[in-house]
């Protein structure tokens, strides 16, 4: 390493250059390919097979995201202007490029199924506005006496009404979004009031907001580790060389990813702010060691004194950039992809900061001088007397702090059971949010903005005739219904065939039932086909008859609620087995619960691997198991302590939060690394423990507290952003670093002096 040092010293020149060059290079890429990914399908591998029956199920029965437009009008909507804005707005979203007029539904578009003399009509509610009092009353009857439009497109209390466009994934741009915004708000007034929903809109907005999210952070995060920076290392140039690196590591990553065509996800846009905050840490001992031996070397040249900073330092730097890096790799045994390339990018940085630091801080300070500044106090200093005092007082009361550990771990483990899985877009926005409240109107007004489909599947066709067969159905969804408030309602085969039965008998609410005759459910079937376009039909039943589609609409995609459902309709499995009828699930809400699934797998095995992986490295590093286990002491209990307070919290794990595993373990264990190398250091020099105490205290005692500020601070920048994921990610792992520094010179140095394991043989 000092060879590489001293080449580096000589053309120090060409190695700011070079950096320059391909910063700038990076940018240009940046500029040019990166984009933002919002699709939660794009989040899941497509060949799991959960993900595979959903999108054969989904194709199959046209099940889609769909814009939802909800129409509100205080006094109600049986007015000629709202039922022309409904109108209206039904056949400009119709025009739309990105949307198939058939795919529009409202209504206007909607089939009313009615009875006549000659037998079945399918018509719609009116293609003409009625302007008469009397024409309104019987929209208004013809609406309340049609359940499958009652409180599902129409509000029970008549003040509201939906349109509901479906669209393809791969249309949705965000100058889509803002046309369906432009459009829907130039309806709004005259006594109606527009609200736009559904899963499109929301990851919508979750594009537009995620890099604003970026900008707002961005300079303040920068400007917080600047102000820290000055304080902790008191010198200019040392701070301005220090957050160039970490800057320059965070844009080559960055490129690097864009480069491969890899888009932003939510968990991705952290891997700037991650790398500013914890790059510096290598710039802080580094400059921290220099000038502690400029002080006490006083008369050296610049050269010499660079060397020894880069030959004392750079195992230190080199073991905890590993670390880091490792810790983060492991997520990528995810099968989320958002997670998996986190890992890989922020890994990656890590790297790169390492490189700079032990390249670029040489060049740096030999182009701009050394810093004039005194970061370590002089022998006998108040600080050194205090780190002295400190040692000593961890020595005397070991077993009271011991004994406080194994409460606190034990707390906190238990609140690690209580740990829950939230895969839900929209709980990431503030309740205060405009998009969560107009989905809690739409939600409130309907049945609601989320669907669970259960697909039926039997072994011969025409099953879904069988009144048998649908019946078991019809008990499965009415229990549900009955079980679960959130559910508002259901659309299935059983709507159908109940409201041609109803109307065909006069109207008669005893006749809204599923007949005991499969021939007269056939010859309603035959005549709904004869009346009109049956495409509404195969969205809820296949051509043949030997499989269904019943969508149960909730009111929430809070993951708990949706799994509790999903877990109760499973107990319907027997019952169908037995009358030859498979049950399977499919659409988004299911698949957001199979996705919970696969970010619990990879957090249980990214911590058990990360684990083990940082055991072997610091034993191998530090050439001892007895060192690697003490010093994975902290990060054991960092992660304990972390995952409880999510537990006790009530704080979700999902794509943002489920890092804070590899995030405790990476950081965390580099004031382990850093603590054990200087204790080592010192004992073998001293082999006085007290002496051993009180240096290691006082040199990177101190360094790890400046450190342990400088991340934190850059971690709490995260409350400012506007996704609460976020928020609670910046205020655990904030937390995860204060942890992982006590439990450092807590715990782990007493297990560390106890052991006495660099006293046993003096060199």
Known sequence: MKKITELTLKYHKAVLIITLLLTALAVGVLVKKVYIETDLDEYMPREHPAFVYSDMAEEKF??????????????????????????????????MPEVD?????SLYTADNIIGSEEGLEVNPFYKRVPNTPEKLSALRQAVTTNEMVYGRLVAHDATATLIIAKIDDDVFTEAFYHEILNLSESFNGDGDNVYVAGQPIIEGTMGIIMPQDMKT?????MLLIVLVLMIVLRSLKATIITLFLVL?????????????????Y????????LLIAIGVADGIHMFSHLQLYRQQNTGKSKEHIITNMVTEMWKPVVMTSVTTAVGFLTLITSDVYPIKYFAVFSALGVLFAMALSLIFIPAGIQAAGLPRARLQPKEGSFFNRGAALYGRLMVRYRKIFSVWTVIFVAFFGYGMTKVWINSSFLERFPKSHQIVQTDAFVNEHFMGTTNINVILEAKEADAFKNPQVLKMAEKMTR???????EIGGALSINDFIRRMNKVLNEDREEFNTIPDDQDLIAQYILLYEMSGDPDNLWEVVDTDFQSGNYSLQVKTDNSKTLNAIIDYLRTYEGAFAQIGIKMNFAGSGYTSLVFNDLILIGQ???????LVIVLALLSFMFRSIKVGIIGTVPIVITTIISFGVLGWLNIPLETTTALISSIAVGIGIDYAVHFIDRYKINALLTGDKEVTVRKTMAHSGRALLFNAVVVIAGFLVLLLSEFVPNQALGAIVSLNMFTSFVGTITIMFIILYMSDIYFKKKK
């Open 62 to 95: 046209d099940i889609r995201d769909a814009i939802v437009i909800a129409l509100e009008n205080k006094q109600g909507i049986y007015n000629p202007q709202t039922l022309q804005k409904v109108k209206d707005l039904t056949k400009a979203l119709g025009k």
């Open 101 to 105: 007029k058939a795919d529009v539904t």
């Open 217 to 221: 952070m961005m300079p303040v995060v």
């Open 248 to 264: 320059v590591s965070a844009i080559w990553s960055f490129a690097i990813m864009a480069a491969l065509g890899i888009p932003i």
């Open 266 to 273: 939510a968990p991705t846009t952290l891997i700037p702010i």
């Open 479 to 485: 229990e549900t219904e009955a079980r679960f408030p």
């Open 604 to 610: 249980i095995k990214s911590l058990a691997y990360s």
